[in-house]
Protein backbone atom coordinates (compact mmCIF):
# COMPACT_ATOMS: atom_id res chain seq x y z
CA UNK A 1 0.00 0.00 0.00
CA UNK A 2 2.70 2.53 1.19
CA UNK A 3 4.71 1.62 -1.95
CA UNK A 4 1.83 2.30 -4.42
CA UNK A 5 1.31 5.26 -2.86
CA UNK A 6 4.56 6.47 -3.11
CA UNK A 7 4.66 5.50 -6.94
CA UNK A 8 1.53 7.43 -7.29
CA UNK A 9 3.27 10.37 -5.89
CA UNK A 10 6.01 10.51 -8.50
CA UNK A 11 6.12 12.31 -11.32
CA UNK A 12 4.73 9.89 -14.15
CA UNK A 13 6.25 11.18 -16.87
CA UNK A 14 9.92 10.94 -15.61
CA UNK A 15 8.52 7.55 -13.99
CA UNK A 16 8.13 6.14 -17.71
CA UNK A 17 11.74 7.47 -18.92
CA UNK A 18 13.18 5.67 -16.00
CA UNK A 19 11.50 2.49 -16.84
CA UNK A 20 11.78 2.51 -20.22
CA UNK A 21 15.49 3.65 -20.92
CA UNK A 22 17.24 3.91 -17.57
CA UNK A 23 16.67 0.52 -16.14
CA UNK A 24 17.96 -2.22 -17.54
CA UNK A 25 16.43 -5.17 -17.09
CA UNK A 26 19.10 -7.84 -17.78
CA UNK A 27 22.53 -6.35 -17.83
CA UNK A 28 23.72 -10.33 -17.71
CA UNK A 29 27.52 -9.83 -17.38
CA UNK A 30 29.23 -12.34 -15.18
CA UNK A 31 31.99 -12.12 -13.42
CA UNK A 32 33.89 -14.68 -15.34
CA UNK A 33 32.95 -12.31 -18.78
CA UNK A 34 35.73 -9.82 -17.50
CA UNK A 35 39.23 -10.58 -17.90
CA UNK A 36 42.03 -9.51 -15.52
CA UNK A 37 41.30 -6.95 -12.57
CA UNK A 38 41.58 -9.40 -9.81
CA UNK A 39 42.39 -6.83 -7.17
CA UNK A 40 39.36 -4.92 -8.20
CA UNK A 41 36.84 -7.83 -8.44
CA UNK A 42 38.49 -8.74 -4.12
CA UNK A 43 37.43 -4.81 -3.44
CA UNK A 44 34.05 -5.24 -5.14
CA UNK A 45 33.36 -8.48 -3.03
CA UNK A 46 34.39 -6.95 0.14
CA UNK A 47 33.15 -3.67 -0.46
CA UNK A 48 29.58 -4.35 -2.75
CA UNK A 49 28.84 -7.57 -2.85
CA UNK A 50 29.52 -9.66 0.65
CA UNK A 51 27.46 -6.33 2.24
CA UNK A 52 24.86 -6.51 -0.31
CA UNK A 53 24.15 -10.68 -0.02
CA UNK A 54 24.74 -10.33 3.85
CA UNK A 55 23.14 -7.25 5.28
CA UNK A 56 23.22 -8.44 8.71
CA UNK A 57 26.77 -8.96 8.83
CA UNK A 58 27.91 -5.20 7.70
CA UNK A 59 26.64 -2.94 10.41
CA UNK A 60 28.20 -0.03 12.36
CA UNK A 61 31.76 0.40 11.53
CA UNK A 62 31.23 -2.53 9.10
CA UNK A 63 29.04 -0.62 7.15
CA UNK A 64 29.32 -0.65 3.75
CA UNK A 65 30.03 2.36 1.40
CA UNK A 66 27.32 3.99 -0.57
CA UNK A 67 28.88 5.86 -2.97
CA UNK A 68 31.75 3.84 -5.53
CA UNK A 69 33.62 6.08 -7.91
CA UNK A 70 35.04 3.60 -11.07
CA UNK A 71 37.85 5.91 -12.97
CA UNK A 72 40.38 5.47 -15.03
CA UNK A 73 41.17 5.40 -19.05
CA UNK A 74 37.65 4.73 -21.59
CA UNK A 75 37.32 0.78 -22.93
CA UNK A 76 38.81 -0.91 -19.77
CA UNK A 77 36.08 -2.56 -18.32
CA UNK A 78 34.41 0.39 -15.74
CA UNK A 79 30.98 -0.53 -17.31
CA UNK A 80 30.72 -4.75 -17.12
CA UNK A 81 32.27 -4.38 -14.03
CA UNK A 82 28.92 -2.31 -12.59
CA UNK A 83 26.73 -4.75 -14.64
CA UNK A 84 28.57 -7.60 -13.33
CA UNK A 85 28.41 -6.35 -9.47
CA UNK A 86 24.75 -5.83 -10.23
CA UNK A 87 24.67 -9.49 -11.61
CA UNK A 88 26.13 -10.79 -8.63
CA UNK A 89 24.10 -8.89 -6.26
CA UNK A 90 20.82 -9.38 -8.02
CA UNK A 91 20.02 -6.04 -7.96
CA UNK A 92 18.18 -3.79 -9.60
CA UNK A 93 20.03 -1.72 -12.35
CA UNK A 94 19.54 1.69 -13.15
CA UNK A 95 22.20 2.88 -15.76
CA UNK A 96 22.36 6.48 -17.15
CA UNK A 97 24.71 8.45 -18.66
CA UNK A 98 25.43 11.98 -17.06
CA UNK A 99 26.26 13.60 -20.48
CA UNK A 100 22.60 12.08 -22.06
CA UNK A 101 20.99 13.47 -18.70
CA UNK A 102 22.40 17.10 -19.11
CA UNK A 103 22.10 17.25 -22.67
CA UNK A 104 18.77 15.27 -22.90
CA UNK A 105 17.13 15.66 -19.99
CA UNK A 106 18.32 19.52 -19.52
CA UNK A 107 15.22 21.23 -17.46
CA UNK A 108 14.30 18.28 -15.99
CA UNK A 109 16.97 16.68 -15.33
CA UNK A 110 16.67 17.99 -11.71
CA UNK A 111 13.25 15.82 -11.08
CA UNK A 112 14.57 13.09 -13.12
CA UNK A 113 17.61 12.56 -10.58
CA UNK A 114 15.10 12.60 -7.54
CA UNK A 115 12.43 9.97 -9.40
CA UNK A 116 15.51 7.98 -10.11
CA UNK A 117 16.41 7.64 -6.64
CA UNK A 118 12.89 7.42 -5.49
CA UNK A 119 12.30 4.50 -8.03
CA UNK A 120 15.30 2.94 -6.96
CA UNK A 121 14.49 2.98 -3.42
CA UNK A 122 11.23 1.03 -4.54
CA UNK A 123 13.30 -1.32 -5.91
CA UNK A 124 15.82 -1.90 -3.45
CA UNK A 125 18.50 -3.19 -3.59
CA UNK A 126 19.32 -1.11 -6.60
CA UNK A 127 22.70 -0.15 -8.34
CA UNK A 128 22.39 3.31 -10.10
CA UNK A 129 25.26 3.54 -12.11
CA UNK A 130 25.94 6.89 -13.59
CA UNK A 131 28.79 6.93 -16.32
CA UNK A 132 30.54 9.95 -17.41
CA UNK A 133 29.93 11.28 -14.19
CA UNK A 134 32.16 14.47 -14.49
CA UNK A 135 29.71 16.19 -16.94
CA UNK A 136 27.64 16.73 -13.98
CA UNK A 137 29.76 16.96 -11.22
CA UNK A 138 32.48 19.02 -12.42
CA UNK A 139 34.31 21.80 -10.17
CA UNK A 140 32.42 25.04 -9.59
CA UNK A 141 33.32 27.51 -12.97
CA UNK A 142 32.02 30.42 -13.97
CA UNK A 143 30.63 28.83 -17.15
CA UNK A 144 28.58 26.29 -15.61
CA UNK A 145 24.86 27.13 -15.97
CA UNK A 146 21.80 27.74 -12.97
CA UNK A 147 20.49 24.35 -14.37
CA UNK A 148 23.82 22.43 -14.01
CA UNK A 149 24.57 23.49 -10.67
CA UNK A 150 21.03 22.74 -9.71
CA UNK A 151 21.15 18.82 -10.92
CA UNK A 152 24.86 18.60 -9.02
CA UNK A 153 23.32 19.64 -5.83
CA UNK A 154 20.15 17.57 -5.93
CA UNK A 155 22.32 14.53 -6.88
CA UNK A 156 24.62 15.36 -3.47
CA UNK A 157 21.14 15.39 -1.54
CA UNK A 158 20.01 12.34 -2.65
CA UNK A 159 23.13 10.63 -2.40
CA UNK A 160 23.18 11.75 1.59
CA UNK A 161 19.77 10.40 1.26
CA UNK A 162 20.87 7.00 0.77
CA UNK A 163 23.39 7.11 3.25
CA UNK A 164 20.62 7.79 6.01
CA UNK A 165 17.90 5.57 5.02
CA UNK A 166 16.82 2.00 5.63
CA UNK A 167 16.65 1.14 1.52
CA UNK A 168 19.68 -0.52 -0.15
CA UNK A 169 21.00 1.61 -3.00
CA UNK A 170 24.17 1.81 -4.39
CA UNK A 171 25.58 4.27 -6.36
CA UNK A 172 27.88 3.62 -8.91
CA UNK A 173 30.16 6.27 -11.08
CA UNK A 174 32.12 5.89 -13.28
CA UNK A 175 34.97 8.71 -14.80
CA UNK A 176 37.45 8.88 -17.26
CA UNK A 177 38.31 12.59 -16.09
CA UNK A 178 38.54 11.88 -12.59
CA UNK A 179 40.77 15.72 -11.60
CA UNK A 180 37.37 17.45 -12.89
CA UNK A 181 35.55 16.33 -10.56
CA UNK A 182 33.92 18.36 -8.01
CA UNK A 183 35.14 18.14 -4.23
CA UNK A 184 31.87 17.87 -2.80
CA UNK A 185 31.04 14.87 -4.70
CA UNK A 186 34.44 13.38 -4.30
CA UNK A 187 34.20 13.10 -0.82
CA UNK A 188 30.94 11.32 -0.66
CA UNK A 189 31.97 8.62 -3.19
CA UNK A 190 34.03 7.39 -0.47
CA UNK A 191 36.07 4.57 -2.29
CA UNK A 192 37.63 5.30 -5.56
CA UNK A 193 38.89 2.58 -7.87
CA UNK A 194 41.04 2.65 -10.61
CA UNK A 195 40.79 0.25 -13.66
CA UNK A 196 43.54 1.27 -15.28
CA UNK A 197 45.02 -0.94 -18.72
CA UNK A 198 44.96 -4.18 -18.61
CA UNK A 199 48.52 -5.81 -17.91
CA UNK A 200 49.91 -8.55 -20.05
CA UNK A 201 48.05 -11.86 -18.58
CA UNK A 202 45.14 -10.12 -18.99
CA UNK A 203 45.35 -9.13 -22.40
CA UNK A 204 46.28 -12.96 -23.48
CA UNK A 205 43.10 -13.90 -21.59
CA UNK A 206 40.92 -11.39 -23.44
CA UNK A 207 42.77 -12.39 -26.70
CA UNK A 208 42.48 -15.56 -26.05
CA UNK A 209 38.75 -15.37 -25.49
CA UNK A 210 37.70 -13.22 -29.13
CA UNK A 211 40.13 -15.44 -31.54
CA UNK A 212 38.27 -18.72 -30.14
CA UNK A 213 35.39 -17.53 -32.17
CA UNK A 214 37.51 -17.75 -35.20
CA UNK A 215 39.81 -20.17 -36.90
CA UNK A 216 43.39 -19.27 -36.39
CA UNK A 217 46.79 -20.46 -36.57
CA UNK A 218 49.48 -18.78 -34.54
CA UNK A 219 52.13 -20.88 -32.58
CA UNK A 220 52.30 -20.04 -29.23
CA UNK A 221 55.46 -17.59 -29.77
CA UNK A 222 53.69 -15.42 -31.79
CA UNK A 223 50.64 -15.15 -29.86
CA UNK A 224 52.61 -14.32 -27.21
CA UNK A 225 54.48 -11.51 -29.34
CA UNK A 226 51.20 -10.33 -29.76
CA UNK A 227 50.37 -9.72 -26.38
CA UNK A 228 53.68 -7.93 -25.60
CA UNK A 229 52.97 -6.01 -29.42
CA UNK A 230 49.89 -4.83 -27.71
CA UNK A 231 51.62 -3.20 -24.29
CA UNK A 232 49.20 -0.08 -23.90
CA UNK A 233 46.39 -1.02 -25.64
CA UNK A 234 43.16 -0.58 -23.62
CA UNK A 235 40.12 -4.07 -23.86
CA UNK A 236 38.15 -1.92 -26.02
CA UNK A 237 41.10 -1.42 -28.55
CA UNK A 238 42.17 -5.11 -28.15
CA UNK A 239 38.40 -5.81 -29.29
CA UNK A 240 38.65 -3.42 -32.49
CA UNK A 241 41.97 -5.51 -32.98
CA UNK A 242 40.74 -8.78 -32.93
CA UNK A 243 37.91 -8.01 -35.02
CA UNK A 244 39.93 -6.22 -37.48
CA UNK A 245 42.79 -9.38 -37.83
CA UNK A 246 39.66 -11.62 -38.26
CA UNK A 247 38.51 -9.76 -41.15
CA UNK A 248 41.86 -10.20 -43.01
CA UNK A 249 40.97 -13.34 -44.40
CA UNK A 250 37.72 -11.99 -45.86
CA UNK A 251 39.58 -9.60 -47.14
CA UNK A 252 41.49 -11.43 -49.16
CA UNK A 253 38.84 -13.38 -51.12
CA UNK A 254 36.74 -11.13 -54.40
CA UNK A 255 34.00 -10.36 -53.42
CA UNK A 256 32.20 -12.27 -56.68
CA UNK A 257 33.57 -15.40 -54.94
CA UNK A 258 31.91 -14.32 -51.46
CA UNK A 259 28.88 -15.94 -52.67
CA UNK A 260 30.33 -19.09 -53.52
CA UNK A 261 32.26 -20.05 -50.26
CA UNK A 262 30.51 -23.24 -49.20
CA UNK A 263 31.23 -22.94 -45.29
CA UNK A 264 33.30 -20.80 -42.40
CA UNK A 265 35.70 -23.69 -43.07
CA UNK A 266 36.64 -22.16 -46.28
CA UNK A 267 38.35 -19.63 -45.47
CA UNK A 268 41.68 -19.32 -44.05
CA UNK A 269 43.10 -19.48 -40.78
CA UNK A 270 44.21 -15.95 -38.88
CA UNK A 271 47.93 -15.42 -39.06
CA UNK A 272 50.23 -13.24 -37.10
CA UNK A 273 50.90 -11.46 -40.07
CA UNK A 274 47.13 -10.11 -39.84
CA UNK A 275 47.72 -8.91 -36.64
CA UNK A 276 51.11 -7.26 -37.60
CA UNK A 277 49.26 -5.68 -40.32
CA UNK A 278 45.87 -4.34 -38.41
CA UNK A 279 48.55 -3.01 -35.56
CA UNK A 280 49.42 -0.48 -37.94
CA UNK A 281 47.06 1.24 -38.28
CA UNK A 282 44.68 0.50 -34.49
CA UNK A 283 46.47 2.53 -32.55
CA UNK A 284 46.39 3.01 -28.61
CA UNK A 285 43.71 5.40 -27.71
CA UNK A 286 45.13 6.63 -24.76
CA UNK A 287 48.44 8.37 -25.16
CA UNK A 288 51.19 7.50 -22.16
CA UNK A 289 50.81 11.11 -20.91
CA UNK A 290 47.00 10.19 -20.05
CA UNK A 291 48.34 7.32 -18.10
CA UNK A 292 50.41 9.31 -16.20
CA UNK A 293 48.14 12.04 -15.08
CA UNK A 294 45.63 9.46 -13.70
CA UNK A 295 48.84 7.86 -11.75
CA UNK A 296 49.67 11.45 -10.11
CA UNK A 297 45.50 11.39 -9.25
CA UNK A 298 45.39 8.44 -7.96
CA UNK A 299 48.17 9.07 -5.58
CA UNK A 300 46.23 11.70 -4.48
CA UNK A 301 43.05 11.11 -4.28
CA UNK A 302 42.70 7.48 -5.71
CA UNK A 303 41.84 4.39 -3.58
CA UNK A 304 44.24 1.44 -2.14
CA UNK A 305 43.63 -0.51 -5.57
P1 LIG B 1 34.58 1.73 -19.82
O1 LIG B 1 33.27 1.79 -19.12
O2 LIG B 1 35.77 1.52 -18.89
O3 LIG B 1 34.83 2.86 -20.77
P2 LIG B 1 33.49 -0.66 -20.97
O4 LIG B 1 33.25 -1.47 -19.74
O5 LIG B 1 32.28 -0.02 -21.60
O6 LIG B 1 34.61 0.43 -20.73
O7 LIG B 1 34.23 -1.58 -22.05
C1 LIG B 1 34.07 -1.41 -23.45
C2 LIG B 1 34.15 -2.77 -24.13
O8 LIG B 1 35.49 -3.28 -24.04
C3 LIG B 1 33.28 -3.82 -23.43
O9 LIG B 1 32.00 -3.88 -23.98
C4 LIG B 1 34.04 -5.10 -23.66
O10 LIG B 1 33.75 -5.62 -24.94
C5 LIG B 1 35.49 -4.65 -23.67
N1 LIG B 1 36.14 -4.77 -22.34
C6 LIG B 1 36.56 -3.73 -21.60
N2 LIG B 1 37.16 -4.17 -20.48
C7 LIG B 1 37.10 -5.52 -20.51
C8 LIG B 1 37.56 -6.54 -19.62
N3 LIG B 1 38.23 -6.26 -18.48
N4 LIG B 1 37.33 -7.82 -19.97
C9 LIG B 1 36.67 -8.11 -21.10
N5 LIG B 1 36.24 -7.19 -22.00
C10 LIG B 1 36.45 -5.91 -21.71
New binding site residues.
Given amino acids: MERKATIAKLDQKMAQVIMETILDRGPGVKWD?????KDVKQALMENIIYPQLRPELFTGLRSPTKGILLY?P????????AKAVATECRSTFFSISASALVSKYMGESEKLMKTLFTLAAIQSPSIIFI?EVDSMLTKRNAEENEATRRLKTEFLIQLDGVGSSNTRILVIA?T?RPYDLDEAALRRLTKRIY?GL?DAE?RAG?MRKLMKQVDSKLSTYEFDQVVQWTEGYS??DL?SLCKEAAMEPIREIPPSKIMELRSPSSVRKVQVGDFQKVLQFIRPSVSKGTIQEYHNWHKSCGGPV
Avoid: C
Fill in positions: DIEGLGPGNGKTLLDANIPALSAN
